[in-house]
């Protein structure tokens, strides 16, 4: 499976976001299909296995692991509000079968719960992810915090950090397309400038905006900005321009 696979299957289930199932149907149509998606074997119990209450007493939704990674995963329906004992039964469930992760779900909203970090269960919620009707960006997310090669490598800890940054990075450009395109545009009709590339371009010269922010407003992937592993390809006719970026360690 693929971040394709992973892809396809949210957009299936963005539909039901209008009228939000329960929770046989958050856990067998959105949780299990999102599982089988990444590339779990869902029908094996020693990668996906469900409802156990172990000898310490303590149970989870599912149990599910890939070479030295495990995560305990608690789910609940989507219209259904996520509370303290939700995620306190996750952790708990956790730290019994050795792992420090677990993830609670109502198949909208996703929260990943490291229980090495201190405080109560609030300050352990190490990242949150939500599905949105339109949202583009949660499928990407999904298939990373359910990458098995990741887990396989116990190198879960890293990719909770890899998507924080995307997040981040998510915000800040919200924030400069919110804040510099009317410095652009201004720009623009001050100069009388024929393209709003153009004035960008003209408004970094001149220092009202970094040229960060500029690439920013114009969609530019910089090979600055791409993983040392990431081809970058370009072409240009006239004054339009396309980048394509290739990933080999996903193929895409």
Same mark, same amino acid.
């Given at each position: ?5 992973v892809?396809? +299957? ?5 539909? #039901?976001?209008d009228?939000?199932? *329960? ?7 959105i949780? %299990? ?5 990444a590339g779990f074997?869902?029908?094996?119990p020693e990668?996906?296995h ?5 000898v310490?007493?303590n149970?989870a939704d599912?149990l599910v692991r890939r ?11 989507m219209s259904a509000?996520l509370?303290a004992r ?7 469930? +956790?730290v019994?079968v050795g792992?420090? #992760?677990a993830?609670?779900t109502? *198949?909208?909203l996703?929260r990943?719960l490291?229980e090495r %970090?201190?405080g ?7 990242l949150?992810?939500?599905m949105?009707?339109d949202d ?9 915090l359910l ?5 396989e490598r116990?190198a879960f800890?890293d990719v909770?950090?890899?998507v924080?940054n ?17 410095v ?9 400038i ?7 371009d003209?408004?970094?010269k001149?220092g ?5 922010e500029?690439d920013?407003l114009?969609k530019?992937?910089?090979?600055a900005?791409l993983?040392?592993?990431e081809?970058e390809f370009t072409y ?10 290739y ?6």
């Amino acid at each position: 499976m693929s971040l394709p696979d992973v892809q396809s +299957a949210v957009q299936a289930i963005q539909v #039901w976001l209008d009228d939000p199932p *329960g929770e046989a149907v958050v856990r067998q149509c959105i949780v %299990l299909r999102l599982l089988l998606a990444a590339g779990f074997d869902i029908w094996n119990p020693e990668e996906v296995h469900p409802e156990e209450t172990n000898v310490t007493g303590n149970r989870a939704d599912f149990l599910v692991r890939r070479g030295t990674g495990q995560f305990a995963l608690e789910l609940k329906g989507m219209s259904a509000t996520l509370q303290a004992r939700d995620y306190q039964q996750a952790l708990n469930y +956790a730290v019994s079968v050795g792992t420090r #992760w677990a993830i609670v779900t109502n *198949g909208r909203l996703w929260r990943v719960l490291d229980e090495r %970090l201190d405080g109560d269960w609030n300050a352990k919620i190490a990242l949150t992810i939500e599905m949105s009707r339109d949202d583009q960006n949660f499928g990407e997310d999904i298939a990373a915090l359910l990458d098995p090669p990741s887990w396989e490598r116990d190198a879960f800890a890293d990719v909770v950090q890899t998507v924080s940054n995307r997040q981040q990075q998510r915000k800040d450009e919200a924030r400069i397309r919110r804040e510099k395109t009317r410095v652009v545009e201004e720009t623009q009709s001050e100069f009388e400038i024929a393209s709003f590339e153009k004035a960008a371009d003209a408004a970094a010269k001149m220092g009202r905006i970094t040229e960060a922010e500029r690439d920013v407003l114009l969609k530019r992937v910089t090979s600055a900005s791409l993983k040392p592993e990431e081809i970058e390809f370009t072409y240009s006719i006239g004054a339009a321009k396309a980048t394509a970026i290739y990933r080999p360690d996903d193929g895409t």
